[in-house]
């Protein structure tokens, strides 16, 4: 059940977080174990264990994840230097929280990515 993932618990205020945007669609707070200066997980209200589990009618809900992401990026003064937003799906990339959820990376040159 992605509905009891820690995002979940989350999104339920049964487990804290640094929260930093909340809608009645998604909710963003700063990730645990930050990746750099800027780190912020995009999560969706709606439950998705991976994104091979997004159906035809669900794609808005991870460009409103994009979306929320770009918004969030202009408000922190971040957008003109610029910044990463990555979806990790399943083992190979290192999936390990499975509800869906887009980080945002910023406030510093980030390495190129790959393997
Ligand atoms: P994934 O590897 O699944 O794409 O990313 C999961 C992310 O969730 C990781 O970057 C990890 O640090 C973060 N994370 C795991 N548990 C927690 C938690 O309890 N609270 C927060 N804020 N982030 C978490």
Do not use: S, W
Not at 61 to 77: D, M, N, T
């Amino acid at each position: 059940m992605t509905d009891d993932t820690i995002f979940g618990k989350i999104i339920r205020r049964e487990l804290p977080a640094d929260i930093v945007y909340e809608d009645d669609r998604l909710i963003a707070f700063r990730d645990i174990a930050p990746q750099a200066p800027v780190h912020v997980l995009f999560v969706p209200k709606t439950p998705i264990a991976t994104l091979n589990d997004l159906t035809d009618g669900q794609a808005a809900v991870v460009g409103g994840l994009v979306h929320a992401a770009a918004e969030y990026a202009k408000r922190e003064g971040l957008a003109e230097d610029g910044y990463r937003v990555v979806m990790n799906c399943n083992e190979h990339a290192g999936q390990t929280v499975f509800q869906i959820h887009l980080h945002l990376l910023a406030g510093a040159p980030l390495g190129r990515f790959g393997t």
